[in-house]
């Protein structure tokens, strides 16, 4: 949809607008207004390139985009008809909740293992532990490959699979000899489309999943799609998308929760939704009430994390672990209100 | 307390800025770090002047407030003992609901009128709607003073209290000649120091309460908090704090939902924090969903707009506001949710 | 422009659409697209009731705008034929410099006094000056009647014309009484209807101008002249547009600088664009760079606050006022570089 | 800085506190306000892990940082007695101007050679081309490996340095290999630790420099730091800052213009800003106004996307490369304000 600047384009205008369209196999339909004529463009209209060239016209104001930009994703996609089973949890039919320390402590590997007894009795059907570590600042502990090991320890000990964040190929390359179950993808490399291309990939034949995590910058819903379409296009459709916070951040927590963005997400693709409560605010007393907000927005499931001892941890997890009885009350009350939402409609 | 661009004052500096708090009834003290010095200022600091001397000084990085500037509203104010009850409901105790159409329509009263019964059956505690009208272009619809005659017959039927939107001193005066229960001001005149004088003074010795929403720029919880100051500083403490949503607003609602906002608000104030998700969301579609998430994050109530037959409304109505069945089954859901978190802790 | 959630619209549906759209003299068309229909409104579309109704039904998923909302100040309207001159500066053939005083201290007419000298030596065309402030707390300062007679008789000193801020109808009334010359409505009444159009309605028989502050929210440049146009409405067009910095501030500045948006503003309207650096960077030592940077992007003007003894005034003066030399200075360079981007255009 | 919930600490609560700081070499040092006390952090205070256990503390409000957390970056660093020389240009004496298209189009080299002449001819002093694209969509042009060949013929041919951004290891290697001047990160990796750490580290014994972009999460200046100080810390000081423009875009744009982030980020670091007013505004139209805001701020140069024939470009250069002649005209202009800021102050 072209929009002139002035309230029609002249006749050579016409002309040059309809030449640029026609190289990409589009057509040009005129639509006369009140005050100011517009301009369909009939046909695929999908071409980055196009776009460029006609927002590049001195007398367009504005070139909309009709279409999605995301094919495999998009919940006209073949794809949409898969029934997702992950953990064992049918996702949609049930919520999946994925908690664990946020950062996994080489150093003391019984820490991790009673955390994983732990938030499997609470109710959890997935272990997430962080390996290697994005950190803000270069001097922070960065993470260590021995951290997998404890991981995969406690995942043969309890039978919870693994979320694990990979940043590099090398990283990815361990992850997926260990048989990772899932493979996150931090916010911080939420656009990194080596990286996407990577995991898309290499996880393709295998069983993995990924997590996607939204940008921070406020990625809006077809960016974020679009994103995901990387690794679907590589071959995987096994995704996960999931908010986690944006910036600039609410005065007070660490992020600005976006949970709200669920329903959004909902409408455009089939992708299952988890949103992370605990990076969105920041703090361990505001979890719950995130995490109650997720699934109020339609989150298919949650991402929380959780140590026995969150003081004893080396990352996120002395300000933002919930303890395993905090854990256990919120997925407790979380599964009620996905009963109460999913309630038959006789209504 | 002052932090310095340099890694300490020089004494000659370090007398300047003492000679300045000195004038506001304070004292300097010195805090020897590491690397760098800091001078924390002792006594009463909430001297805006005395800030804007200090941020003023070429060698001064920075100056943190410590206290907060409400004193008031303060969590720690007299004021928190207050047993807050409005339309009958005790507030804290079981969650309010304000619900009505988006703008009263002055030609066609038995809609508003049977809309009032019908939030009544839906389980909502007071009515609102719209008699004057904020609207971005003034060439719509403004409002008409002979919808209040509709609202105030509305009230005699159903016995629900009135909460009204005014947005000047005249509006003001007719609302208070009307014995309007709830006074509104709205997001654009949030920071309308004027107006919230003289809806603070005036409605004073009545028995009326204010609902007072959030700036849309993203107000944060101290300037909210100092916004509402003004009014209870006029002498009405009557105060509901309603989020409604901020600007930049997601795509694909009309604003950016901010129910996340209400935990850090209740951490400073005793005001009750009553969500608007109609506003937030701008959409019917979205507000269920959004009311639940208000719910989960702790807030006292919720605005919700409604309205019989929502195509037949002049204002917002035919996009955001719920119809009966809807409102009836979204008030239902909260009062669960509400009854899921204050469940007596045993655990 | 009408863009339908499945790919297009049953015939029902398109005749429900048809429906709505001729209640207000307008009509559909259809256009056929590769994967997509969409269906352009034919006709005057600015009616906000239907967009609101055509929002609100179920099968669609986005209503666009085509046209603009204000009719007086965008650029195709007649009024951009005027040729504008404000104390004696011809707009866009020079820059316009107003400065004076955050505040007026009642208690200290000299500093005011000399203040206006300094500032018109300096180079500057108007004075400003607060005689009412608003302040985020209660208790700080609000401004006293009495400041204006000190700006009058600065005025009659220098020949200077004034631009003061006025808050609710009283203030206006003494402003116009005074034949104060630029009556200013400030950010946080950007969108306070009531007040602009009673600026716009008792100032259209004088000979006054209206200076309006872009709303802190970050509104769009759409929004900004929506309420510029209440101005015109009601009968007065000699309005000036002030971005002045939005939120979320940027971390080390009191606000979000906004002078970028000018280019934008000037290519739909045809009002004069004023600049302020002043609030946008909050810090003294900021507003050089800023100032030019305003002019850089095609502002018309600045107003800048100035005090020839910034430490001694009661409002922003000690941190955000320049002192005559830096005025002078600014104003100088400032020119300069208007000369430099207005040059003869021989290439 | 620890700011308690309460007005102070009970004697256990500050027996905690004091424990954990003590485990960092750090001491607390009480200090007594009028309505609350505060407790400095007095030692080494840039121990992430230390600060996230203070703030999960329960009855703690806040902790603040005083000292900044980039060590090499700091103004006070040694590294900022560097003098520092690139594309022979005198860094802080005169403006750098690095200039090219978006995107080299491997199948039409002499487009590339064309517009490496007339960039050099306008007045750059490096040249920029994208070999390989982050794009949004999967299936936009990727880039391609042979495009650096057109670019190292250019180089020979003009004499002008390279700026090529990578996104990978695989990249990187390739571009060192070539002996690329000057490795860009674009702003989807500006927290992409990983590739941080590789460019940092494997460029450090070259003499490559890095040109980073700002995150368009809105990084503060602080968090931009902290990932220049990735590459430092890997050995290569050689850095450029590139602010480029921020989300939520301004409506209008292709971002949020944000070159006044020039002197907040100039006041803490010694490391050239360059800015990137392409990006920025996302239009020809915009760019020359934008570079000189950029110049205003002081910004020690820009990178401009130019193409000799912008509607054949395949990038983003359709829309928003400037031609030659409005090349050569912005780069005088430029100068020109330059030399205007930094006349001799004899005032």
Same mark, same amino acid.
């Given at each position: 949809?072209?929009?002139?600047?002035?309230?029609?384009?002249?006749?050579?205008?016409?002309?040059?607008?309809?030449?640029?369209?026609?190289?990409?196999?589009?057509?040009?339909?005129?639509?006369?207004?009140?005050?100011?004529?517009?301009?369909?463009?009939?046909?695929?209209?999908?071409?980055?390139?196009?776009?460029?060239?006609?927002?590049?016209?001195?007398?367009?104001?504005?070139?909309?985009?009709?279409?999605?930009?995301?094919?495999?994703?998009?919940?006209?996609?073949?794809?949409?008809?898969?029934?997702?089973?992950?953990?064992?949890?049918?996702?949609?039919?049930?919520?999946?909740?994925?908690?664990?320390?946020?950062?996994?402590?080489?150093?003391?590997?019984?820490?991790?293992?009673?955390?994983?007894?732990?938030?499997?009795s609470a109710g959890a059907q997935l272990l997430r532990g962080g390996v290697w570590k994005p950190?803000?600042?270069?001097?922070?502990?960065?993470?260590?490959?021995?951290?997998?090991?404890?991981?995969?320890?406690?995942?043969?000990?309890?039978?919870?699979?693994?979320?694990?964040?990979?940043?590099?190929?090398?990283?990815?390359?361990?992850?997926?000899?260990?048989?990772?179950?899932?493979?996150?993808?931090?916010?911080?490399? $939420?656009?990194?489309?080596?990286? &996407?291309? @990577?995991?898309?990939? *290499?996880? !393709?034949?295998?069983?993995?999943? #990924? =997590? /996607?995590?939204?940008?921070?910058?406020? $990625?809006?819903?077809?960016?974020? &799609?679009? @994103?995901?379409?990387? *690794?679907? !296009?590589?071959?995987?459709?096994? #995704? =996960? /998308?999931?908010?986690?916070?944006?910036?600039?951040?609410?005065?007070?927590?660490?992020?600005?929760?976006?949970?709200?963005?669920?329903?959004?997400?909902?409408?455009?693709?089939?992708?299952?939704?988890?949103?992370?409560?605990?990076?969105?605010?920041?703090?361990?007393?505001?979890?719950?009430?995130?995490?109650?907000?997720?699934?109020?927005?339609?989150?298919?499931?949650?991402?929380?994390?959780?140590?026995?001892?969150?003081?004893?941890?080396?990352?996120?997890?002395?300000?933002?672990?919930?303890?395993?009885?905090?854990?256990?009350?919120?997925?407790?009350?979380?599964?009620?209100?996905?009963?109460?939402?999913?309630?038959?409609?006789?209504?």
């Open positions: 949809m072209i929009i002139p600047k002035e309230s029609r384009l002249s006749p050579e205008q016409l002309r040059e607008v309809t030449g640029i369209v026609e190289e990409f196999g589009c057509r040009i339909q005129e639509i006369v207004g009140a005050h100011r004529n517009i301009y369909a463009i009939l046909g695929d209209e999908r071409h980055e390139l196009m776009f460029n060239r006609l927002i590049g016209l001195s007398y367009v104001a504005r070139v909309d985009h009709i279409e999605s930009s995301y094919r495999l994703l998009d919940k006209s996609s073949e794809l949409a008809n898969q029934r997702l089973v992950l953990g064992g949890v049918p996702i949609g039919e049930e919520p999946l909740f994925i908690a664990g320390p946020c950062t996994v402590n080489p150093q003391n590997p019984q820490l991790t293992l009673e955390t994983a007894d732990a938030v499997k950190r803000t600042m270069p001097y922070s502990y960065q993470g260590d490959h021995n951290a997998l090991e404890i991981l995969i320890e406690a995942r043969e000990k309890t039978g919870l699979p693994l979320v694990v964040e990979v940043m590099d190929e090398e990283q990815l390359k361990i992850a997926l000899e260990a048989e990772v179950d899932v493979l996150q993808i931090g916010t911080r490399n $939420a656009l990194n489309y080596s990286l &996407l291309k @990577a995991v898309g990939r *290499l996880s !393709a034949p295998t069983r993995s999943w #990924i =997590l /996607l995590k939204r940008g921070r910058h406020m $990625a809006d819903p077809d960016e974020f &799609l679009s @994103a995901a379409e990387y *690794l679907a !296009a590589e071959g995987n459709p096994r #995704i =996960l /998308l999931c908010p986690r916070g944006t910036m600039p951040k609410l005065d007070g927590y660490r992020n600005h929760p976006d949970e709200s963005i669920t329903p959004l997400l909902k409408e455009r693709t089939w992708a299952p939704v988890v949103c992370d409560p605990s990076h969105s605010t920041g703090h361990a007393s505001y979890v719950p009430a995130a995490s109650l907000a997720a699934i109020a927005y339609g989150a298919d499931g949650l991402g929380i994390e959780a140590n026995v001892e969150p003081r004893k941890g080396i990352g996120d997890d002395p300000k933002q672990a919930l303890d395993p009885a905090a854990l256990e009350k919120t997925i407790r009350q979380c599964r009620a209100l996905w009963n109460l939402i999913h309630e038959p409609t006789q209504d």
